[in-house]
């Protein structure tokens, strides 16, 4: 038992001990009770964290293939394209069931007109589906708030994506790892952040883990720089130099930030500590962002 649980524990029996003894025995019972309840909602958040670890590892070979599908890994489709035709089939034959009204005809014969196919001409002469995760990126229009215009460029170079949920110590873990082709800015192949919350059932962030990005000279994006006039104290003259300032970046959800202890001596800054908890939650929304997408 937590030792803030155990403090509450302690309380509470002494509070049920100053009562008269008439009462004493009601509302004993009725802590006994709760106990009871307690221990049938741990047991209930057992049983659900192994249920969702059972399924997490049945969607993961389903996850394996298709990502072997999107890097051209894997090409044989004849197994998996004869499941296609059968459900294909099995849908077919239920929507030709559906009696439709003359309103219902009528918008679907303006949805035909107004419908674009998909266009995947050029994937003819590629193996795999390459801009897979750009395309599925810049269809999230909360994901792609927090691609900056300059960072745009390297949508093009995400060739995987990798998340994986976990809970260590009661805690919710989201590990995001993105896969990069050879680019202009860089030199890192694999990005990885790990996004730690206070607790399991807890919106908030406790940490985030990132990993180091090696710039190429000139390119770092989390960095910007800026004009800034300096004035000699002892001739007055002024002259203008050039300072590097931190930029707004997706790239920046890679640094490593722990989030602010109540009480702590950051608290004199707010504005400090202001940037710093935003930074965590568009780290935090990037995280969930990823794993809901993959």
Not at 93 to 113: C, F, L, Y
Not at 194 to 223: A, F
Not at 225 to 238: A, C, D, L, P, V
Request: charged share 40%.
């Amino acid at each position: 038992m937590p030792q803030e649980e155990r403090e509450i524990e302690q309380k509470m029996i002494k509070v049920i001990n100053n009562m008269p003894e008439k009462i004493q025995n009601r509302f004993k019972v009725l802590h006994m009770l709760s106990d009871e309840r307690s221990k049938i909602n741990d047991e209930y958040e057992k049983e659900v964290k192994a249920l969702e670890e059972k399924f997490r590892a049945r969607k993961q070979p389903l996850l394996e293939l298709r990502n072997d599908i999107i890097l051209g890994k894997n090409t044989d489709f004849d197994v998996h394209k004869e499941k296609y035709e059968a459900h294909y089939k099995e849908c077919d034959t239920i929507v030709a069931g559906i009696v439709k009204t003359a309103k219902d005809k009528e918008k679907d014969e303006e949805e035909a007109k107004d419908h674009k196919p998909t266009d995947v001409a050029h994937l003819a002469d590629k193996v795999g589906i390459p801009d897979f995760w750009e395309t599925a990126i810049k269809n999230n229009q909360m994901m792609m708030q927090t691609w900056r215009e300059k960072d745009r460029e390297l949508l093009p170079h995400i060739v995987n994506v990798v998340s994986k949920e976990s809970n260590v110590d009661d805690c919710k873990n989201i590990d995001i790892e993105l896969t990069f082709s050879a680019n202009d800015f860089f030199t890192n192949e694999k990005l990885n952040m790990k996004c730690i919350y206070k607790k399991e059932e807890s919106e908030e962030v406790k940490e985030i883990q990132g990993c180091l990005i090696d710039w190429k000279d000139g390119k770092d994006l989390t960095k910007k720089k800026i004009k800034k006039k300096q004035k000699n104290k002892k001739t007055g003259e002024t002259r203008t130099i050039i300072k590097t300032v931190p930029a707004e970046s997706f790239f920046n959800i890679f640094e490593s930030k722990k989030a602010p202890e109540k009480g702590g001596d950051d608290d004199d800054d707010d504005d400090e500590m202001e940037k710093l908890l935003d930074q965590l939650d568009e780290a935090m929304q990037a995280a969930e962002d990823f794993n809901d997408l993959y």
